[in-house]
Each structure stands twice: as structure tokens, then as C-alpha cells.
């Protein structure tokens, strides 16, 4: 089924509060306004302070409910690290009602005989290592929400692998696995584990991959919105454990 035709509530979001990582740029950053826009109190996660102080100033610009910033570093970040983001968290707002997975990178498109183990390293570290362990550290936060929604990204390539694809294509696999298994270990009602394939958006992620192609030729991140949405809010409750496409 598509959610692209999904017409939210402008209250969708209200009294939430929501992680979004890499919401310093791309998908992320749009994800980050629109919930905002939709009434939730947004945790702006990057790992450039300057570009998260530039989203945040938008947020209040625009009336909605002021946003929090969150700075950390996901190729190194360290479990005592998730445990001081918990305890913000905790102090702060007493609870956690989703996470939007968003940040990643693209590492490098070369043949697997030629792969660097460097970037395979950090690309796995970015894309995978760091949604499960933030995930792990702030689950006791989002089981007590009345209904929390964690959505992981994945891709086309985290379904088939294509050549030149290495360590992202793998990651995304890796992606999709683990949403399903946090789905299959948490069936309570107040929590759900989704994924989201984007699809071919205009980014600056994309524009590295194919550098030929027309960014022109692509959808925005505003045209993802519909099922970042749908997924985040009430109406997705009965959703767990899928992995849904935005375009
Ligand atoms: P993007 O424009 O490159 O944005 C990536 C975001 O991740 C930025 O906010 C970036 O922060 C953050 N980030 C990267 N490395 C980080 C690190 N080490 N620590 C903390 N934050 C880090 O990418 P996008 O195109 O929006 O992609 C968003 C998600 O969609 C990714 O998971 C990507 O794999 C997936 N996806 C994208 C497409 C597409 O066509 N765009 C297609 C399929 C899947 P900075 O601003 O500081 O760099």
C-alpha cells in the first residue's frame, strides 16, 4: 500500500517529542520541520552544531513548539554517550514518543575486492551500529509512551544488493533486519519498529552517488512527507515490523 496520498492532521504530532538524527541536512532536516510543523517538540540531532542552530532558528521562526539540539558524533559515539543522551532526555521531557533514523552516509562505490575496511567500518558504524545502540539506550524512554514509533531508513539496495554498492548496500540490509527484530522482541501496543525506503530523492547524499544525474530530475524531501508522516503519527499504530516505501 502507498501512503503517499496521506493527508495528516495539522495536530498530528501534538505533545510529542521526537528524536530525529541527521536532521542537520537532506531528508532528515525536512522530516525534522514537518513533525515540527505538526506540533511536535523535535531533538535536532547532527553532528555540525552550526548547521542544527540554522534548522532550529527556522523551527522558532515558524511558530512551532521550540525544538531541542542534540550533537553527537555517530561514527564514534560510545555507549557512556547514549547513557548521558538518556538521562537528558529523561530530565528534559520525562519521555520519548519516536525516533526518525535518518542519519547516514554513502562511503565509497567501489568493487568489494577494492573496498577500503576503513570506510566499510565507518559507514557500518553510521548506518547500523549507532541506530541500534541509541535504539537500546533510549527504549525504556519510548515504552513509556503511550504510543512511540521508532522508523529506520533503509533503501532499495538494503532489499537488493547491486554491484558498487559495498558497505551501504550491506548496512541497509542490516537496517532492515534490525527494525524487524526490534519488532518481533517488542509486541506490546504502545511501540512499533518500521522502516522507510526513500526512494531516489534530491539530496546532497544522492547527488554524491550520481554525480551525472540532474538533481532537477528528482523528488524533494518535501514530496517524502505524506509517509514520513503517516508513519510517525496515530494513524500507523497497527503497523510493526514493515518496511513501506515513501515514493
Ligand atoms: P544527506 O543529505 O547526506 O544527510 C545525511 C545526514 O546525516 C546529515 O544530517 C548528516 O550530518 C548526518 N550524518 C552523516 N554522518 C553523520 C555522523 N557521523 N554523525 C552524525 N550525523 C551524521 O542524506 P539524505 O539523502 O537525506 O539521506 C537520509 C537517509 O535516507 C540516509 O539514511 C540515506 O541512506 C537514506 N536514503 C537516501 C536516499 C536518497 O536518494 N537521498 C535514497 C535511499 C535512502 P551533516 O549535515 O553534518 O553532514
Known amino acids: 500500500m502507498k501512503y503517499t496520498a496521506y493527508q495528516p492532521r495539522t495536530d498530528l504530532l501534538k505533545d510529542k517529542v521526537i528524536l530525529v538524527t541527521g536532521a542537520s541536512d537532506g ?6 520541520l514537518s ?8 531533538v535536532l540531532h547532527g553532528r555540525t552544531l552550526n548547521k542544527l542552530e540554522v534548522i532550529y532558528d527556522e523551527i522558532e521562526k515558524l ?27 529523561e530530565k528534559q521531557f520525562g ?9 547516514g552516509i554513502l562511503g565509497s562505490r567501489l568493487p568489494l575486492a577494492d573496498y577500503p575496511i576503513e570506510i566499510w567500518d565507518e559507514v557500518m558504524a553510521v548506518n547500523l551500529r549507532a541506530p541500534l545502540l541509541m535504539t537500546q539506550a533510549l527504549l525504556p524512554l ?4 503511550q504510543s512511540a514509533s521508532v522508523i529506520f531508513t533503509s533503501s532499495g539496495v538494503g532489499r ?12 541497509k540490509f542490516g ?43 528528482l523528488p524533494t ?27
Open 27 to 32: 531528508i532528515g532536516r525536512t522530516a525534522a
Open 35 to 42: 513533525y515540527a510543523l505538526h506540533g511536535a517538540t523535535v
Open 63 to 89: 511558530g512551532a513548539p521550540q525544538p531541542a539540539i542534540l550533537p553527537l558524533q555517530l561514527s564514534s559515539a560510545s555507549t557512556l554517550e547514549y547513557e548521558t543522551l538518556y538521562n537528558t532526555l
Open 95 to 103: 519521555g520519548l514518543d519516536g525516533i526518525l533514523h535518518s542519519a
Open 142 to 145: 519510548l515504552k513509556k509512551s
Open 160 to 171: 537488493e544488493a547491486r554491484a558498487l554498492w559495498g558497505a551501504y548496500a550491506v548496512s
Open 175 to 217: 537496517t532492515e533486519a534490525l527494525s524487524k527484530i526490534f519488532a518481533e522482541e517488542n509486541t506490546e501496543e504502545n511501540i512499533r519498529f518500521n522502516c522507510i525506503n526513500p526512494g531516489a530523492t534530491r539530496t546532497a547524499m544522492r547527488a554524491q552517488a550520481y554525480p551525472d544525474e540532474d538533481p532537477l530530475t
Open 221 to 247: 524531501s518535501e514530496a517524502l512527507m505524506p509517509t514520513y508522516l503517516y508513519l510517525m503519527g496515530e494513524d500507523s499504530k497497527h503497523l510493526n515490523g514493515e518496511s513501506i516505501n515513501a515514493q
